[in-house]
């Protein structure tokens, strides 16, 4: 069956570092890639996606590109916050996007 | 919109006791998720219904675990008799309509069985 593999947290950064989330799937046919967070006490919340190869989803300075040949998903940043320490979970769509498969979740912590 | 509203935010219960987890929808969505998410197995889907129906329960734990939506405004999940091991923060979400792949959550529910 479909799965996503994260990299293990927690990320621990300084304020202004350059952030790389890694994750894989491993999935039948072209499903779509999406990355969500989720800060403490709340809910996940869509972060970005990608809905096919070589398509690059960005949102607020993050960004990951959909490579199938590596069938990988990385999120990267190029300046982390403080506020942007939370919870990121890489996730991918079934072939009908009915359903999303959730990674492990990667907790990153941005100090000050 | 006020989003997807879960209650309670939070409750503690004794081991067998029965566990009623409440979730209001978007409106107008159509596509509701329960999951599950613990520090051991992560974010897990244990049912998702289209328009009132449920379409997929493989990911129910086992009998004790219920899960019913009424109307398109309310969904609950019901565990009973509730278990040690059920302590976990359970999110529902929603989405427009069956394959949105957007999923708007709730704020979850933390349970804790004693």
């Known amino acids: 069956g479909d799965s996503v593999t994260q990299m293990e947290g927690p990320v621990t950064l300084s304020e202004e570092a350059f952030l790389t989330i890694n994750c894989t799937y491993t999935?039948?046919?072209?499903?779509?890639l999406f990355w969500y967070v989720q800060y403490p006490g709340e809910g996940l919340q869509l972060l970005l996606k990608a809905t096919k190869a070589d398509d690059k989803g960005s949102n607020k300075g993050f960004e990951a590109t959909y490579r199938k040949e590596t069938t990988s998903f990385h999120l990267e940043k190029g300046s982390v916050q403080v506020s942007d320490s939370a919870v990121y979970f890489c996730a991918l769509s079934d072939q009908a996007g009915n359903m999303l498969t959730f990674g492990g979740g990667t907790r990153l912590m941005v100090k000050p | 919109d006020a989003g997807v509203i879960q209650s309670p935010r939070h409750e503690v219960t004794e081991m067998g006791q029965e566990v009623t987890l409440r979730c209001k929808p978007i409106?107008?969505?159509?596509?509701l998720f329960w999951y599950r998410q613990t520090m051991m197995r992560g974010l897990e889907l244990l049912i998702y219904?289209?328009?009132?129906?449920?379409?997929?329960d493989s990911g129910m734990p086992e009998d004790r675990f219920s899960a019913k939506m009424p109307n398109a405004s309310f969904s609950t999940l019901k565990i009973q008799p509730s278990e040690p091991r059920d302590s976990a923060v359970y999110f529902c979400?929603?989405?427009?309509?069956?394959?949105?792949?957007?999923?708007?959550f709730g704020s979850g529910t933390q349970l804790s069985v004693l």
């Open positions: 409106s107008g969505h159509n596509s």
């Open positions: 999935a039948t046919g072209y499903p779509s």
């Open positions: 219904f289209n328009n009132n129906v449920p379409i997929d």
């Open positions: 979400a929603s989405s427009l309509n069956r394959g949105n792949e957007k999923l708007f």
